[in-house]
């Protein structure tokens, strides 16, 4: 069982990536943590790098439990709720987990919703934390 979470170092993706810990002790997963880069290759190089070491942060602590867990950061320049379901197609994800925000009726309007991509469009189930 793969189990996929959508990370960006915030408390709402941590507690994401914590839920995934418990449901991979249970049942044998493997957990990919992925970090998605709308900006594609004009991402600044700080960016980059925090987000880089923030992935290895998640992988080190999930592998500190003996679970398997591996880390992606993508810049292909999709909306992260875009990448995050072609990684899970491309890579048999059988379960996503990702951390939603509390934003106003005319905020998700502007900026979109990562999650709410994410569930209307994954090709598996989605839990998703607050």
Same mark, same amino acid.
């Given at each position: 069982?793969?189990? !996929? $979470?959508? *990370? @960006?170092?915030?408390? $709402?993706a941590?507690?994401? %990536?914590? !839920?995934?810990? /418990?449901?991979?002790? /249970?049942?044998?997963?493997?957990?990919?943590?992925?970090?998605?880069?709308?900006?594609?290759?004009? $991402?600044?190089?700080?960016?980059?790098?925090?987000?880089?070491?923030? %992935?290895?942060?998640?992988?080190?602590?999930? &592998?500190? @439990?003996?679970?398997?867990?591996?880390?992606?950061?993508?810049?292909?320049?999709?909306?992260p709720?875009? @990448? %995050?379901?072609? *990684?899970?197609?491309?890579?048999?994800? @059988?379960?996503?987990?990702?951390?939603? &925000?509390?934003?106003s /009726?005319?905020?998700? !309007?502007?900026?979109?919703?990562? =999650?709410?991509?994410?569930? %209307?469009? =994954?090709?598996?189930?989605? $839990?998703?934390?607050?």
């Amino acid at each position: 069982m793969n189990i !996929l $979470v959508g *990370y @960006d170092g915030s408390k $709402v993706a941590q507690d994401a %990536l914590k !839920l995934a810990k /418990k449901h991979a002790e /249970k049942m044998g997963a493997r957990i990919h943590v992925v970090t998605s880069m709308e900006g594609g290759p004009n $991402v600044p190089r700080e960016t980059f790098e925090k987000a880089e070491r923030q %992935l290895e942060e998640a992988k080190t602590g999930v &592998r500190a @439990d003996n679970i398997a867990c591996e880390a992606h950061l993508s810049v292909r320049g999709l909306q992260p709720g875009e @990448d %995050l379901v072609q *990684y899970a197609e491309e890579n048999q994800i @059988d379960q996503i987990i990702i951390g939603v &925000r509390q934003r106003s /009726k005319v905020g998700k !309007l502007i900026f979109g919703s990562t =999650a709410q991509h994410v569930i %209307l469009e =994954a090709p598996c189930p989605v $839990v998703s934390v607050k």
